[in-house]
């Protein structure tokens, strides 16, 4: 399952095995809690500890986009047959030959296999499935990126954190995408672990009501805090530095950005999982997306070589300096 898995998996049966020993009390707690669950709720799986079982390896891949296309209006799904025609689509988009002229069809090969949701969009609220508007601050964020971009690459910073191979942000690296769409969770007592296949990042998600740190220290995937509501886990992240993109616009998020998950097992390999983006000085109202994800243990969660393989940075800087000498 690549190198990645050798190193993280002793990290995370260290920091699980720190929570054992200190969790016997939230432990205690959440087993007290389980017995008072209401009616209905013997079906979620439990863990020894008493907290609902999310453990496994979960996948995210669909071509379901994320805001609406115009075409279908305030059509919030889709037809049968529309999925099906869509299905056979995806099925078969890495066999065709390239279009004449076009060089990236024959990338498609390597594209994880899809599925097509029956909705029409990946964000259910607004109703619209569409993104709110940018605020002017976020128009100048963005204009200014697009200012340097079509410069002369004067510097590595004038690159996304993405093209750096650092990060896709919280929402990048969860949301679906062609490859790397595996996901695993791992708890102990007190404690949720969430490790992205996409450039294999992880957050160690707290569960015992501790507050966030103080708005100095920031980070680019921000500070995660979990609760139970129910049998369904809430996650608020805070303390983003404000470079993170969230990989749905071009001008990226302040750091007054709050992402809000909730997870929701369905069944014995399904999990309903939402977030919910909250940025006043990025978009001019919250909004959420919803999709369900699929448990597949077999499913590798490779290694992401992205540094080792990202020669196009040091290539365009190389090109940028060689113009400049004529």
């Known amino acids: 399952m690549g190198e990645l898995r050798k190193v993280i998996r002793p990290a995370l049966l260290a920091i699980l095995g720190l ?29 020894p500890w008493g907290d609902p079982d999310l453990q496994g390896v979960w996948t995210t891949q669909t071509t379901t986009p994320l805001e609406r296309p115009a075409k279908y209006g305030d059509r919030a799904q ?5 999925v099906a025609e869509l299905q056979k689509e995806a099925n078969v988009r890495g066999d065709r030959p390239p279009a004449p ?23 259910v ?23 340097r971009e079509g410069g002369d690459a004067a510097s590595y910073t004038d690159f996304t954190l993405t093209e750096r191979c650092i990060t896709r942000g919280l929402t990048g690296s969860v949301l679906p995408s062609g490859y790397n769409n595996g996901n695993e969770i791992v708890q102990g007592p007190g404690y949720v672990i969430f490790v992205n296949e996409m450039i294999h990042e992880s957050r160690v998600v707290p569960l015992d009501g501790r507050p966030h740190p103080r708005s100095a220290i920031r980070s680019y995937l921000g500070d995660s805090r979990g609760h139970w509501d129910g049998d369904s886990l809430v996650v608020e992240t805070t303390n983003f530095l404000d470079r993170m993109g969230v990989g749905m616009n071009g001008a990226g998020a302040s750091d007054a950005l709050k992402v809000t998950e909730r997870f929701t097992r369905t069944g014995p390999a399904s999990l309903s999982y939402s977030l919910t983006i909250n940025d006043p000085m990025t978009w001019t109202a919250p909004f959420t997306m ?28 190389r090109g940028a300096r060689a113009q400049e000498k004529h």
């Open 19 to 47: 929570a054992l020993a200190a969790g016997a009390t939230y432990a205690q707690a959440s087993t007290a809690g389980a017995k008072s669950q209401p009616a209905g709720s013997a079906a979620t799986p439990r863990t």
């Open 78 to 82: 889709l037809s049968a047959e529309e």
């Open 101 to 123: 002229g076009d060089t990236g069809t024959s990338n498609q090969f390597w594209m994880e296999p899809t599925k097509v949701l029956a909705r029409t969009s990946l964000i």
């Open 125 to 147: 609220d607004p109703p619209n499935g569409r993104l709110p508007a940018l605020t002017p601050a976020a128009q100048k964020r963005l204009a200014e990126r697009r200012t």
């Open 290 to 317: 919803r999709y369900d994800l699929t448990r597949d243990d077999r499913y590798g969660m490779f290694e992401y070589a992205c540094h080792e393989g990202n020669y196009a940075l040091q290539n365009i800087m």
